[in-house]
């Protein structure tokens, strides 16, 4: 393999990629848009059933994409805590004093990413973001494990960590708060809920005949309108 140079030969990592199998080059199941439901949070849960029943690796995970004071877009991958299936509403869970948190504080909207590789599809979710009531946050916090619970007491995401033992040192300290106060709770521990305005689920297919379904948000509020897109 030869780096990448001025006169246009491919570096390592193009031919890498060329090296590997062509996506959606596998068996994946289909889909007709025409019988999918009215509201877009009833597709997801069935879509994420599926890719469940299909063994996808961390069916929960999604991608939280945001911006800055600055107008920068930022993304990072975090877990989907719930689906408010007729509202439209994707809940997830964060420090406000990290900096999702606070790029949603000043940019109260975002977008999430989900793809499920076992099954070849994939949700994308735009609108405004809400914060959840502080007894919501409260409950979350409750329902995760120790280590969970102990990480985020330990909070500080992002900022520079001046070595290993200093972090282990932070994460044993929370646990043994944890465990002197079973009912002890994370302050910045925030429940976020995304309200899509549009919902898009892409279903792939090995001959490049993909369906993308867009779900868009009447004004009204009243319901939802479908259309087919171009994939």
Same mark, same amino acid.
């Given at each position: 393999?030869?780096?990448?140079?001025?006169?246009?030969? =491919?570096? #390592?990592?193009?031919?890498?990629?060329?090296?590997?199998?062509? =996506?959606? *080059?596998?068996?994946? @199941?289909? %889909?007709?848009?025409?019988?999918?439901?009215? *509201?877009?949070? $009833?597709? %997801?849960?069935?879509?994420?059933?599926?890719?469940?029943?299909?063994?996808?690796?961390?069916?929960?995970?999604?991608?939280?994409?945001?911006?800055?004071?600055?107008?920068?877009?930022?993304?990072?991958?975090?877990?989907?805590?719930? #689906?408010?299936?007729?509202?439209?509403?994707?809940?997830?869970? +964060?420090?406000?004093?990290? @900096?999702?948190?606070?790029?949603?504080?000043?940019?109260?909207?975002?977008?999430?990413?989900?793809?499920?590789?076992?099954?070849?599809?994939?949700?994308?979710?735009?609108?405004?973001?809400?914060?959840? =009531?502080?007894?919501?946050?409260?409950?979350?916090?409750?329902?995760?494990?120790?280590?969970?619970?102990?990480?985020?007491? #330990?909070?500080?995401?992002?900022?520079?960590?001046?070595?290993?033992?200093?972090?282990?040192?932070?994460?044993?300290?929370?646990?043994?708060?944890?465990? +002197?106060?079973?009912?002890?709770?994370? =302050?910045?521990?925030?429940?976020?809920?995304? $309200?899509?305005?549009? *919902?898009? %689920?892409?279903?792939?297919?090995?001959?490049?005949?993909?369906?993308?379904? $867009?779900?868009?948000?009447?004004?009204?509020?009243?319901?939802?309108?479908?259309?087919?897109?171009?994939?």
């Amino acid at each position: 393999m030869t780096d990448h140079h001025s006169d246009g030969a =491919p570096g #390592v990592a193009a031919e890498l990629l060329r090296s590997a199998p062509p =996506p959606m *080059a596998r068996e994946l @199941p289909g %889909f007709d848009a025409g019988r999918a439901p009215a *509201a877009p949070g $009833r597709l %997801f849960v069935a879509w994420l059933a599926e890719a469940l029943d299909a063994g996808a690796a961390d069916p929960q995970v999604m991608t939280l994409s945001t911006v800055d004071a600055e107008g920068l877009p930022d993304a990072r991958v975090l877990v989907l805590r719930d #689906v408010d299936e007729a509202g439209g509403g994707w809940m997830f869970a +964060a420090d406000a004093a990290s @900096p999702k948190g606070r790029q949603l504080a000043g940019v109260p909207a975002a977008a999430m990413t989900v793809y499920w590789p076992a099954v070849g599809r994939q949700v994308r979710l735009r609108g405004p973001v809400e914060t959840a =009531p502080r007894p919501v946050a409260e409950a979350d916090f409750a329902s995760r494990s120790p280590l969970s619970r102990a990480a985020t007491l #330990v909070g500080r995401q992002s900022e520079p960590l001046g070595s290993a033992e200093q972090l282990a040192a932070a994460a044993e300290d929370a646990l043994h708060r944890i465990e +002197a106060e079973p009912g002890a709770s994370a =302050p910045g521990h925030t429940v976020y809920v995304l $309200r899509a305005e549009t *919902a898009e %689920f892409w279903q792939g297919d090995p001959e490049r005949r993909h369906v993308r379904l $867009r779900y868009r948000r009447r004004a009204d509020g009243g319901g939802w309108d479908r259309s087919l897109l171009w994939p």
